[in-house]
């Protein structure tokens, strides 16, 4: 019967018995080529397996042919023998129905992800268990811990079980307090987490989609079969094989993925020996390169930001200390434990005595408030900079922000707007058209000449849909682009057909222009064309055109004159950009096997003025930072004429007779050829650096940290990169910044706007701000307290705090809900933009102002709480309002704790709902736990009217206190103090450069580095 069932069944599925043969003898080739690999230890040949479309048992949506195993394993194994059996990347489009020139439909995208999967990221934070078993390794907490244990043994076996319960006490409570830090750790991870998503989604690529249209999409939208457009800067978004591009090639970086069998941290990828792309890899040279996508993924990933901030850094030595000496003092209170017990001297040990786990749970509340008040700072501080378009990618660079002193901008589209015109165009030597003029008027000659040097010396590009035209590329070549269409009738289709392209040349910050040689099919006529900075390019000239077509010898005065029409023009504002053309023997062509292009004897066409407004409101952000102490340097590679013009646009240059020559002002070669010694004099001076390349805005960060600086640079392509790693702070922006100036950034500026840094500085200001209130607010109880217990016990009444539960609810209050409602309250103000910068050290130094504050607290709950000791009532009675006074003490000084320097404590509080919120959770608490818990509270009663009257009375006092006593004038030498000077600060300068060497270590190889930064640490 089973044979029979068996030979139906054989007979029924044919189809099925013939697919599994297939893969029968695909796995037992694949194995055995991967053991002929391994023994031989080189490449297999693999082979290519093809289901037939008819013996496939479901739908494949049409892509039943492709086996998308092996397709993922082409660009992982790099294997060319596989690739030519697609019939190379043409045979591997046709399969996957992409037409390479044209791209494939916006409405296929969603077929093509069901069928071959997403491009997506998913990344999960830590866990909270691993914070809470990292807060608990500390081998001093743990020792703490155990000596109390102990104690609590000896307590017990004495029967004295009030102490005991002391000692359960101070064990919980400090279990509690290191748990909440780990719990605010936690909620810091998941923020950073939530930062991380928002950051991955301004992650964009180019696309070419619905017949070449190209379009700019988020790289999870990216699905298989999708042409990429290639950039400096981009990350290559998915697995995928290089097509054809502007100069035949790529380099791209492979450093930061999985090693592929090669020690190069560069790789050269070409359409012959190596077209394959690895997803992450970054594009180091090349433009305009197209891509065909092979294989998308899910990849999973655990964020972390592990690395310690300075401050933190500074918090964990402290917190490591005073645990070392509450560690301390638990082995001496568990040395005399033992020695009292076997002596039998342990009479009336209950009544006196200091208060031995109050005394520990004071000193490591300390540490530990100190610790979480940061750590809740940080996380309000990046959390109010995610709203204000500033993401931070490293929790270092939010605490760095408030330090910085310098801050080093480009210009274009973070002082501009990036919404650029061309307003005014130059032919030959005199005939000059406004912005008002609509068309250009020129030969037939030149214009054809215009639309060459516009239409195909680019990386943009132009899509005409209907009567509407859309650009594509960098904001300079989209409005290149537009006027050449708009002003100038250009027809890209037409150029694109009419002429091949034989070599591009990019645009390179360096020699600040682009070239492109190109054929004429129709009479096969080469031409070379040049753009770039007006200046650069007329030097190269030795011709000019007239408007009517004639070529004119260019002699010494008119050049002098054409200079002088540049510089004018840059004075406006404006940044010009000249064309250039000459006409080449074919024959040469043939020659030119190293494709130079050729940079002498060329004709000028045309220089162009192009406008980009400043943004509103930048001039008020730069007031702001010079109020702030913070200088406010442009480094840009636009002329200097333009860079001084927008420069006093924008308010980072005074109105006044020629600036340069008070050394405000200079060129990029300029100070590339001063000497060490006068580099370091003048680069703390200088305003505006102009026509500067990105090796001299390094340059300049490297003086500016070693004359004590800490340094703040923006940028957005490629070769910023070295300058922002090299800087305290990078700061690249979301909407014109490369991926790989995304990657080397602290923080990215999602607007792109000047106003946007100002925004985070002030944000980074306020966690050093928050810290300065929560030790105005946490100190005044420690002190009394301690204070307190020593002279009570000095005057035999003994320590009225004792119980383990009025331990941990204090400490809660001074430590928990005071850094929450502080860290809550601690918005941007212009006061704290008044001050100078701060270097992490110094904001754990106490300034005269807080001493002052929180000295006359101190004294004022000292008077206080003596008062109530010595009281005649009854015993739990004065232990029940000597607790619920020090506990509103505590509550009524927190609104003092708001406001460090002004007198109205007050102001903005009615619109915080979480500091209110705190406040009124914490004053429902201690009514509960006065009046209905206090039956589980030893030595507590309930309290009628008239000592709740007293309690408050005694506790409301602190406002009038805090108000007189911030008339009384203190010494400002700490605020001078506050002035960043390495010479004063050697340490500290250390520790920051350590901690930015160790985030920088993963992405700079040693060869790069040279053994430089090491060497001067």
């Known amino acids: 019967m089973i044979h029979l069932q068996y030979e139906i069944e054989m007979n029924t599925k044919a189809g099925l018995r013939a697919q599994q043969r297939w893969k029968q003898a695909y796995i037992a080739i694949s194995i055995s080529n991967k053991l002929l690999a391994a023994l031989k230890k080189k490449k297999s040949h693999h082979l290519l397996m093809i289901i037939p479309e008819a013996t496939t048992n479901h739908d ?18 790099k294997d060319l023998e596989l690739l030519r059996d697609f019939n190379g990347v043409q045979g591997l489009a046709d399969a996957l129905q992409t037409n390479l020139e044209d791209g494939i439909s916006s409405q296929d995208a969603e077929r093509r992800k069901n069928v071959f999967g997403s491009n997506t990221s998913l990344s999960l934070p830590k866990a909270f268990s691993s914070f809470l078993v990292e807060a608990f390794k500390d081998t001093t907490k743990l020792l703490q811990l155990v000596f109390t244990a102990i104690s609590l043994g000896f307590m017990i076996k004495q029967e004295r079980s009030k102490q005991a319960w002391n000692d359960v006490g101070s064990i919980f409570e400090a279990v509690v307090i290191i748990a909440l830090s780990a719990l605010a750790k936690f909620i810091q991870a998941r923020q950073f987490h939530q930062l991380s998503k928002k950051l991955n989604k301004i992650i964009r690529i180019d696309v070419l989609r619905d017949r070449g249209r190209r379009q700019t999409i988020s790289i999870f939208e990216v699905v298989v079969g999708d042409v990429v457009v290639l950039n400096i800067g981009d990350r290559i978004p998915a697995d995928g094989l290089f097509i054809d591009g502007q100069d035949h090639s790529l380099l791209v970086d492979e450093s930061s993925m999985m090693s592929t069998g090669k020690s190069d941290r560069f790789v050269e990828i070409d359409a012959v020996t190596n077209p394959f792309l690895i997803s992450g890899s970054k594009v180091i040279h090349g433009n305009y390169a197209r891509m065909l996508v092979i294989s998308v993924m899910t990849t999973t990933s655990h964020d972390s930001d592990d690395q310690q901030t300075t401050l933190q850094s500074l918090l964990n030595k402290l917190t490591c200390l005073i645990s070392k000496v509450a560690c301390l003092v638990s082995f001496i209170n568990l040395l005399r434990i033992p020695i009292r017990y076997f002596s039998g001297n342990t009479k009336d040990d209950d009544q006196n005595g200091i208060n031995i786990p109050f005394v520990i749970s004071n000193i490591v509340a300390i540490a530990e408030g100190l610790s979480l008040a940061f750590t809740v700072g940080l996380m309000y501080s990046t959390k109010g900079m995610m709203d204000d378009q500033a993401i931070v990618k490293k929790l270092s660079a939010c605490e760095a922000m408030g330090t910085a002193t310098v801050i080093c901008t480009h210009k274009t589209g973070t002082l501009t707007m990036n919404q650029m015109e061309v307003t005014k165009f130059r032919l030959g030597i005199d005939h000059e058209i406004e912005d008002d003029s609509t068309t250009v008027v020129a030969g037939e000659k030149v214009l054809h000449l215009f639309h060459q040097g516009v239409g195909l010396n680019t990386t943009g590009s132009v899509y005409k849909s209907g009567n509407t035209f859309e650009y594509s590329g960098s904001p300079t070549e989209k409005t290149i682009l537009s006027w050449g269409v708009m002003n100038l009738g250009m ?10 392209i034989f070599h591009a040349q990019a645009f390179s910050s360096e020699k600040m222009r682009s070239g492109v040689l190109i054929r004429k099919k129709d009479d096969n006529t080469v031409h070379v064309h040049w753009k770039g900075a007006a200046e650069t390019v007329l030097a190269m000239c030795s011709n000019y055109y007239q408007n009517t077509g004639h070529k004119m010898s260019l002699n010494h005065n008119e050049r002098t004159h054409l200079e002088e029409v540049i510089e004018k023009m840059a004075a406006s504002g404006l940044r010009c950009i000249a064309f250039a053309h000459k006409q080449i023997p074919a ?8 494709k130079t292009l050729d940079e002498e004897g060329l004709t000028l066409l045309g220089i162009v003025g192009i406008k980009d407004p400043c943004r509103p409101g930048v001039k008020e952000a730069i007031v702001t930072c010079r109020a702030a102490g913070v200088h406010v340097m442009m ?17 980072i240059l005074e109105v006044g007779p020629d600036v340069s020559n ?13 000497t060490e010694e006068e580099r370091m004099d003048v680069c703390d001076k200088i305003l505006v650096m102009a026509r500067s390349t990105p090796s001299d ?6 003086c500016l ?51 946007s840094v100002v925004k985070g500085l002030s944000w980074g200001r306020c966690v050093f701000h928050n810290i300065q209130k929560f030790i105005q607010f946490q100190l005044p109880p420690n002190l009394a307290a301690l204070a307190v217990n020593f002279i009570s016990d000095a005057s035999g009444k003994g320590s009225p705090l004792i119980t383990s539960v009025q331990m941990l609810w204090v400490n809660l209050v001074m430590v928990t809900f005071g850094a929450l409602a502080l860290a809550t309250d601690h918005k941007p103000t212009k006061e704290v933009m008044k001050k100078p910068p701060v270097i992490g050290a110094h904001a754990l130094r106490i300034t005269s102002v807080v001493w002052r504050n929180l000295l006359a607290q101190s004294l004022y ?17 004065r232990n029940t309002i000597f607790f619920n006074t020090f506990v509103f003490c505590q509550l009524f000084n927190l609104f003092n704790s708001r406001k460090v320097e002004k007198m109205n404590v007050f102001e903005g509080v009615h619109k915080n709902k979480t500091f209110l919120g705190i406040v009124g959770l914490v004053i429902v608490l201690q009514v509960v736990m006065v009046e209905f818990l206090n039956i589980f509270v030893a030595d507590m009663e309930k309290l009628n009217m008239k000592q709740w009257g007293i309690c408050i009375v005694f506790a409301s006092l602190s406002w009038p206190i805090g108000w007189f006593v911030k008339m009384i004038p203190v010494a400002s030498s700490y605020l001078r103090s506050m002035v960043v000077d390495l010479r004063q600060s050697q340490e500290i300068r250390l520790e920051v450069d350590k901690l930015k060497m160790c985030n920088d270590a993963r992405r700079w190889s040693k060869k790069e580095r040279g053994g430089r930064r090491v060497k001067e640490l």
């Open 861 to 877: 709950q000292i008077i206080v709480i003596l008062l109530i000791i010595f009281f005649n009532v009854n015993e739990r009675v």
């Open 705 to 755: 940290k070693k004359q004590g600086h800490v340094v703040a640079v923006t940028g957005h392509r490629a070769n910023d990169a070295p300058a922002m790693k090299e800087a305290d702070i990078g700061l690249s922006m979301g909407i014109e910044g490369t991926e790989v100036a995304k990657e080397s950034s602290d923080i990215v500026i999602v607007d792109d706007d000047f106003g």
């Open 491 to 500: 027809k890209m289709e037409k150029l694109k057909n009419d002429y091949a």
């Open 697 to 702: 805005k390094l340059l300049m960060v490297q």
């Open 662 to 674: 008070n050394g405000v002002v200079i060129e990029g070669k300029e100070f590339r050829n001063y």
């Open 60 to 77: 494949h949506h049409g892509f039943s042919s492709i086996d998308k195993a092996k397709i993922t394993d082409l660009v992982k194994s």
């Open 587 to 594: 024959e040469e062509l043939k020659h030119n096997e190293d």
């Open 635 to 651: 480094i840009t590679g636009a002329n200097l004429y333009t860079a001084k013009a927008i420069a006093t646009e924008c308010g």
